[in-house]
Nanobody, 117 residues
Framework: QVQLVESGGGLVQAGGSLGLSCAAS????????MGWYRQAPGKQRELVAQ???????NYADSVKGRFTISRDNAKNTVYLQMNSLKPEDTAVYYC???????????WGQGTQVTVSS
């Protein structure tokens, strides 16, 4: 079994900051990609940011310059620092990891981020 535990969501005013974290545990052996997705009401889930095991990053255009993804390989943990938040960033944020040993991807349970105007 693999568990992903997310933390750090909440309510913030526009222009504010929040940090998310996601720790993977259990039968997980070789994480390659770690990432964050989000899903707003009535919309499809979309990629926010991802980071490889060698530190290469990729961001959605809508968050470039405002969000920063990072990871701690020793702790199997991925982070998302969100600055200059906008109301359109409001969504449920999900972390995702891909384990190359298990050849499987895993999702967190989701954490709500709400940005008020």
């Amino acid at each position: 079994q693999v568990q992903l535990v997310e933390s750090g969501g909440g309510l913030v005013q526009a222009g504010g900051s929040l940090g998310l974290s996601c720790a993977a545990s259990g039968r997980i052996f070789s994480i390659s990609v770690m990432g964050w997705y989000r899903q707003a009401p009535g919309k499809q889930r979309e990629l926010v940011a991802q980071i490889t095991n060698i530190g290469s990053t990729n961001y959605a255009d809508s968050v470039k310059g405002r969000f920063t993804i990072s990871r701690d390989n020793a702790k199997n943990t991925v982070y998302l620092q969100m600055n200059s938040l906008k109301p359109e960033d409001t969504a449920v944020y999900y972390c995702y990891v891909y384990d190359t040993y298990n050849r499987a991807g895993y999702w967190g349970q989701g954490t709500q981020v709400t940005v008020s105007s």
